[in-house]
């Protein structure tokens, strides 16, 4: 009886034992099954593939060659670096526009925007970055461009194809606006966007949030990199003479006639003064006598029409457009200013006022696209 009670003893003892070493090895194989699962779905979330489908734009009006991208999960580590998780090309197609349509040229299979001076790293979508996705509420749209500081026209006529980029998304928006959840401009120069600059962004691209992305120095306290990461985002190019093209002009100006309101009926002529703080070299010596002389002849030979004298570098960017849209006849000097032949009625004639020995045809061929006629004058040597 004793050896019976003793052998069962053991057994119940023998089989408590294995019993809770089966349900630590448990315990330790679904510790093991968690933490995989943790890190390759959680991990791996930070950093999940990159869709790129890229358009090549070429004008053949004026021979200028742009394009932009659209990225799922794209990066932006400094000025000329971003970052794609494996990325995969979905499509990367060339075209041409003809009178405002699309003509397909060929396809490519570059990753980056034509033109856009970037370069990109390629990450594998296990790479632990610690990555925070910025999300908005719709596509983010960032513009690299190789310099602006405050000339008017260099800055416009890049950001012109940010416009463009929702007509040449046919298949995308059938040419209607983008629903951009943000804008931001990446200047290589770090230079501040002006008033002029940050209004007329805003008139292009009607969006809650426009800025300047400096991105000259993206590292935390202890000197690790931070980068932009964005869910959604357009990436353009660099252009150079997209305002000149009829087309875009025609598209501009039909934006500009929604957001302002019919012009007075009553005639004006505006002299656009130059600040002499800009450029000194081209100022009118004898503006004193051409203002007087406006003065004494404008009320006579054109007794309904009243004269204007401003200086733009003292208005909001609002004022300009409302003195802009009361214009029927504009004088100025030549310079990056007259990019805002634009805004002016239809049927504005604009005088423009150069050099004895400087011709350029520049903002001629912008006032003529937009609708307006064109004056050149050429002063003669004090």
């Not at 930070?46 to 060659?65: E, L």
């Not at 029927?328 to 239809?346: D, K, M, R, Y």
């Not at 045809?361 to 004058?377: A, D, E, F, P």
């Amino acid at each position: 009886y004793q050896r019976r009670v003793h052998g069962t003893l053991s057994e119940c003892l023998f089989f408590f034992v294995m019993w809770k070493l089966v349900v630590v090895v448990c315990c330790v194989l679904l510790l093991i099954i968690l933490c995989y699962h943790a890190w390759s779905g959680v991990l791996l979330q930070r950093n999940p593939q990159s869709i790129v489908r890229c358009v090549s734009v070429f004008d053949p009006y004026t021979g200028d060659r742009s394009g932009y991208c659209k990225y799922t999960h794209i990066c932006v580590k400094n000025s000329s670096h971003v970052t794609l998780f494996d990325p995969t090309l979905e499509h990367f197609e060339m075209i041409e526009t003809t009178n405002g349509t699309r003509v397909h040229i060929s396809k490519g299979n570059s990753v980056l925007p034509v033109r856009s001076g970037l370069r990109v790293e390629v990450q594998p979508v296990s790479a632990n970055l610690g990555i925070r996705w910025l999300s908005f509420a719709g596509p983010v749209l960032i513009f690299w461009t190789i310099a602006f500081r405050g000339n008017l026209y260099h800055f416009a006529s890049k950001a012109v194809q940010l416009f463009n980029i929702p007509f040449w998304e046919e298949a995308a928006w059938k040419g209607g606006e983008a629903p951009w959840g943000a804008v931001f401009i990446v200047n290589r120069q770090a230079a501040t966007l002006n008033a002029w600059q940050a209004g007329f962004l805003q008139l292009l691209l009607p969006v809650h949030r426009v800025g300047l992305l400096d991105v000259r120095n993206l590292t935390g306290a202890q000197g690790e990199e931070q980068p932009l990461c964005f869910r959604n985002a357009y990436v353009a190019g660099d252009a150079r003479n997209l305002l000149t093209t009829p087309t875009n002009a025609a598209r501009l100006v039909a934006r500009v006639r929604t957001r302002f309101a019919p012009p007075p009926t009553a005639p004006s002529v505006t002299f656009l003064r130059r600040s002499t703080s800009i450029n000194t070299n081209r100022t009118l010596t004898n503006e004193l006598a051409v203002l007087s002389a406006l003065k004494a002849d404008v009320p006579a030979l054109w007794p309904q029409a009243t004269l204007a004298i401003v200086a733009f570098e003292r208005m909001t960017f609002q004022e300009q457009m409302l003195s802009l849209q009361a214009t029927t006849i504009l004088l100025t000097i030549h310079g990056s200013g007259l990019v805002n032949v634009i805004f002016l009625p239809q049927g504005s004639v604009v005088v423009e006022m150069m050099g004895p020995r400087f011709h350029y045809q520049l903002y001629g061929c912008i006032t003529v696209n937009s609708g307006h006629h064109h004056i050149m004058l050429h002063g003669r040597p004090p």
